[in-house]
């Protein structure tokens, strides 16, 4: 696995899996070492209710995490992730009309 940097966008409501218990679905841009974004990523399995508080990470905030290509799934921006590697480095605001946001974003 490779740690990375990852703005994240959005995540799906928790549904339950026989195989990892409680699940969600992240997607999120993977960025760069300048936090410039490379492609729209795809986060599976990842059992955030079972992270510890400070692992939890918000929507619009930027990650560094230990992920990797999930090779059971055929889509190519899907990856999985080492939940215990997570780190919140910072939060995204609205400030200046989103405009980081849609810097981070819009390229893509």
Do not use: H
């Not at 990375?4 to 899996?17: E, H, V, W």
């Not at 195989?19 to 059992?47: F, H, N, S």
């Not at 990797?68 to 009309?97: G, L, M, Q």
């Amino acid at each position: 696995m490779e740690r990375r940097k990852i703005l994240i966008a959005t995540r799906t409501y928790p549904s339950i899996s026989t195989k990892y218990q409680e699940t969600v679905c992240t997607a999120g841009v993977l960025l760069d070492e300048d936090d410039q974004p490379v492609q729209w990523i795809r986060i599976y399995p990842i059992r955030f209710r079972q992270l510890d508080f400070d692992k939890r990470y918000p929507r619009w905030s930027i990650i560094s995490a230990k992920i990797e290509r999930n090779d059971k799934d055929y889509r190519e921006e899907s990856f999985r992730i080492d939940d215990s590697s997570i780190e919140v480095i910072r939060k995204i605001d609205t400030s200046k009309n989103w405009e980081e946001r849609k810097a981070l974003v819009l390229p893509l």
